[in-house]
């Protein structure tokens, strides 16, 4: 139970911590016996429970606190009323009036008894708020219907009942209104923000709540035990649960214990602070991972310090430096660690959490860990010092440069599985989310890189024909060279990779890599700017890798009428440059020549690039 427990803490010391949710302008924590829900509709009273406007609410500010009870908080189809804001359907004694089916009329009739019933409670215990009596005084008047079809917040048909229509994408029926108090005294009108009014809920609630005690796993004391946990921790999976255990039909604890308290016990004040710190974790830094099946990453330090997200990690692409070498690039990512670590002592710890809906009632935790924080920290600075190259960047002249960075976690994976469909690169979710995790373990772990992923970023960076968009393959190249020398750096003795060309090193697919590059080079300094075709040396790529020294023959064949066109001195200088390169190689064995090459090409490939188009710009 150590998440619970984290996630406990975490609350208490959010609670206590106002300033941290004030100065980074952070929305509030929901008490205990508190959600956050969407509100359509605003209904203005004054301190007498008198009617004054509505009117809906706009999208940007549509998120509220409201009290909630057990039931209510992971209430489904059942009839379970919300202590003050909720849908029109609850809270409208007339909302029977305006609806034409039989059913429709007897079961709203049967919420608002509920609802009415279960507010009158509260108004009349001692931890009463006057706002609360206030509403209480209006509502039970009913006219709720009336006064929104008055200012036109809701329409009605020739026959005076609804018409179809929606507010904000919600049916009139599921529509949640929130409440206004006016008074004179100058206090905050606004329920959703009344923090007295949140703690009066939590103080009158815990006072009525009656059940079942038992010793809570997560405090190891004897406590009201809680049977309906929350939902709708992650909004994407809004129906799913942590911890559940009312089915009893299917299995769910069946063969290991008889009853699911044997399985479970957790207190109703321990889940409630653990389930609203994570809500609230995860809406504020909580990072998704795919489109439809999602899976979300959750990074934080229960003393109430900003942490960095590693699923999300990359120094901001908004900065406008450009890093021109690994030298400088370092330097920046050592001078901004230092200042992170300098906030953390050596006692804190960061927790990182990944969460995954495996059905639509069920959340699961796919990954959970508690690193020490200036640990973690080293181990998140290795990984940006370790895995970079350089990348195309528009500088502030508007030509396109390069720039040293770290790859983004989410775009390795694109560019290691996805395909180009309408100008991007696409790629299902499901395999999205499972290999982003696999990175994730590299960096926070201190993991090897996945051999695996790095291969598939070589195939795709040896087929540039597949890209129709310039940028997208040299993304892909980009990357699989980052990832190429963090592995080999990293993993392998014998081999280590530099981001600086290195014209004495032997290394077979290295040299190779450095004669495609001059191939292409050669090729491309005879286009002008109107010339779109691929140059022989790109379009026989895929063969090359296979077959290096055959297609080589095949390159160096197409390679004479553009010598003819680069003129004499030029010819030259590339003849003697390939057979500078020519006798490096180790051998003249044309079979273990003609063997294919290994990821290094590619680094051999980007780097004499790089240097043959840098040394023209010097030149000129």
């Known amino acids: 139970m150590s998440w619970m427990t984290t996630l406990v803490k975490t609350y208490d010391n959010l609670m206590a911590n106002d300033n941290f949710i004030e100065k980074n302008d952070l929305p509030d924590v929901p008490a205990i016996a508190h959600i956050t829900v969407r509100s359509q509709i605003e209904i203005v009273i004054d301190s007498e429970g008198c009617f004054r406007e509505a009117k809906t609410v706009d999208k940007e500010d549509c998120e509220v606190i ?59 215990s001692e931890n009463v708020n006057p706002k609360i009596k206030a509403i209480y005084t209006y509502l039970k008047k009913k006219t709720v219907i009336a006064d929104l079809v008055s200012d036109k917040v809701v329409e009605l048909d020739a026959n005076s009942k609804f018409m179809s229509k929606k507010i904000n994408g919600k049916t009139y029926e599921d529509s949640i209104a929130r409440f206004r108090v006016l008074s004179d005294d100058g206090s905050e009108s606004a329920c959703w923000k009344d923090k007295k009014l949140f703690s009066n809920y939590t103080k009158y609630y815990l006072s009525k709540k009656t059940g079942e005690k038992d010793k809570c796993y997560e405090s190891g004391k004897e406590a009201l035990i809680c049977v309906k946990h929350p939902k709708g921790i992650v909004a994407s999976s809004y129906s799913a649960k942590l911890i559940s255990a009312e089915d009893n039909t299917n299995f769910t604890y069946m063969g290991r214990f008889i009853h699911w308290r044997e399985a479970c016990t957790v207190s109703y004040e321990a889940t409630q602070k653990a389930h609203i710190a994570l809500s609230w974790l995860i809406k504020t830094q909580g990072y998704s991972v795919g489109k439809k099946e999602k899976r979300t990453y959750v990074c934080w330090c229960p003393e109430v310090k900003k942490v960095d997200n590693p699923v999300n990690l990359q120094l901001d692409d908004n900065n406008e430096t450009d890093y021109n070498s690994h030298t400088e690039y370092k330097e920046e990512i050592k001078k901004l660690f230092f200042g992170k670590k300098a906030n953390f002592t050596e006692n804190d710890i960061i927790v990182l959490m990944s969460l995954d809906a495996a059905t639509t009632g069920r959340l699961s935790i796919t990954y959970y860990n508690e690193f020490g924080a200036r640990d973690f920290l080293d181990r998140i600075q290795n990984w940006l010092e370790t895995c970079q190259w350089y990348f195309k960047k528009k500088n502030s002249d508007g030509k396109i440069a390069d720039s040293v960075k770290t790859p983004n976690t989410i775009r390795i994976i694109y560019c290691a599985f996805g395909v180009e469909r309408k100008n991007f690169l696409e790629l299902d979710s499901k395999i999205l989310k499972q290999q982003v995790q696999r990175i994730m373990y590299c960096i926070a772990d201190g993991k090897n890189v996945p051999y695996d992923i790095v291969h598939a970023l070589f195939i795709k960076a040896s087929n540039p024909q597949k890209y129709q968009k310039w940028y997208n393959y ?93 003129g004499v001195q030029n010819e030259t200088y590339y003849k003697k440059l390939i057979s500078d390169i020519v006798a490096l190689f180790e051998t003249d064995d044309k079979e273990k020549l003609n063997l294919p090459l290994d990821e290094g090409y590619l680094i051999g490939y980007y780097l004499q690039r790089k240097e043959m188009y840098t040394k023209s710009k010097e030149d000129k």
């Open 474 to 566: 040299q993304e892909t190249l980009s990357t699989a060279c980052a990832l190429i020398a963090k592995y080999y750096n990293s993993y392998n003795k014998e081999v280590k990779f530099t981001m600086k060309l290195d014209k004495n090193k032997t290394d077979r697919s290295y040299l190779f890599g450095r004669l495609l590059a001059i191939a292409e080079i050669i090729e491309e300094r005879t286009y002008t700017k109107d010339t779109a075709r691929m140059t022989n040396a790109a379009r026989l790529q895929p063969a090359f890798v296979n077959h290096p020294m055959h297609t080589w023959m095949l390159i160096r064949s197409k390679l004479i009428p553009y010598y003819k066109q680069s």
């Open 66 to 124: 409201i009290p909630v009870t057990e039931d209510s908080a992971s209430k489904t189809s059942n009839i379970a009323p919300y202590p003050l804001s909720d849908s029109l359907s609850y809270i409208a004694g007339d909302y029977s009036v305006y609806v034409t089916n039989e059913k429709e009329i007897k079961k709203a009739g049967e919420k608002f008894d509920k609802y009415i019933t279960q507010l009158q409670e509260w108004a009349e």
